[in-house]
């Protein structure tokens, strides 16, 4: 499982750079190919006083795709194979990534075009709602919408900035739980059409592929189609389009007992697959790879020792399966805004 926006922190996987020789020439591969700009970003990155945050869409962006790949090859490294992949908004660009549906470098000039062109976006943001989707209809309009659907009583609302801060106020005032995430951008909200255009063009003269391991699109609920894959439509309206999450989750774990790996900053995603029924039957497990927080370089390193002595030593497995229409060896499902 491979997190989204709002799932990033400041140092996040910071203390394995250096260290787990993958992780670092992996996260080189991404940045490198930013050029300078990439440099500023990586120093920003491991800098106790960064210049930009990592609210900022330049910084958020290309590292938060960047822990996510990361992560992943990490992972696979330890000669874990994936029976499937799940990633939540820019973790399902990661995630296609490494399911061989872009290659790294045009998913980079996908990326920093992106990040370019949201700088014409109107200022917003998102906010995480303890509530269902019908709890909150009625606090639609104006700009603000349904962002993501990521448990059945965790929503993310999406829109302009006074909208989203008027909406906010009077969840308060409802005694409803919210909280803003960490974004200046309203992704999976109208406010992003209309930079699809542009993106669809671009992503028009790139070389998609069908992936050769399956991925469950957050998008769709369901595995990611080979026209889907190849479709430039498909790929560009996704930073507008609603995530989700929580009902593609209910259909990986509807389909078969699964060990769910979140490769990734966070542990948003470990959070809501614990919370399933699944999970908290035993049928399915979790585990996370990194720690909830900037904890120091060590939290990083233990926490990354301990996932991958419980994957090898299988302690944490339910069972042997794999993804319908595909066996896998350990069967790990690695997919959060």
Known sequence: ????????????????????????????????????????????????APAETLDADTRSAPLLFAVDYAMGRLVESW?????????????????????GVFGLDD??????????MQRTTPAGGMLAVAASEQELSGYLGDGVV???????????????????????????ADGRTCRRLASRTPYHSPALAPLVPESEALIGGLRLARPHTPLYSAY?????????????AFWAVQ????????????????????????AGPSQ??????????????????????????????????RSVRAARGELLAGTC??????????????PVDLPVS
Request: glycine letters at 10%.
């Open 220 to 232: 769709t609920t369901r595995l990611l189609s080979d026209e889907e894959a190849v479709s430039p």
């Open 268 to 301: 948003s995603l470990a959070v809501l697959a614990r919370g399933h029924r699944a999970v908290r039957s035993g049928r399915s497990a979790v585990v996370s790879t990194l720690p909830p927080r900037a904890m120091g370089p060590g939290a990083d390193r």
């Open 146 to 172: 349904v962002g993501a659907v990521n448990a059945p009583r965790h929503t993310v609302l999406s829109g302009p900035e006074e909208p989203l801060r008027r909406v906010a106020e009077r969840l308060a």
């Open 317 to 330: 497995r339910p069972q042997e399966i794999s993804a319908p229409g595909h066996s896998g060896r350990l």
């Open 239 to 262: 930073p507008m389009a609603p995530v989700l999450f929580g009902p593609t989750l209910d259909r990986v774990l509807r389909e078969g007992d699964r060990l769910l790996v979140e």
């Open 1 to 48: 499982m491979f997190p989204g926006t709002g799932a990033q922190h400041a140092r996040m996987a910071a203390g394995l750079y250096g260290y787990e020789p993958v992780f670092t020439d992996a996260v080189d591969s991404v940045l490198s190919r930013l050029g300078p700009e990439g440099c500023a970003v990586r120093k920003d990155w491991l800098a106790d």
């Open 107 to 116: 998913a980079m000039r996908l990326l920093w075009q992106r990040v370019m």
């Open 79 to 99: 000669g874990v194979r994936p029976a499937a992949y799940l990633g939540h908004s820019m973790g399902e660009f990661a995630a296609a990534v490494l399911a």
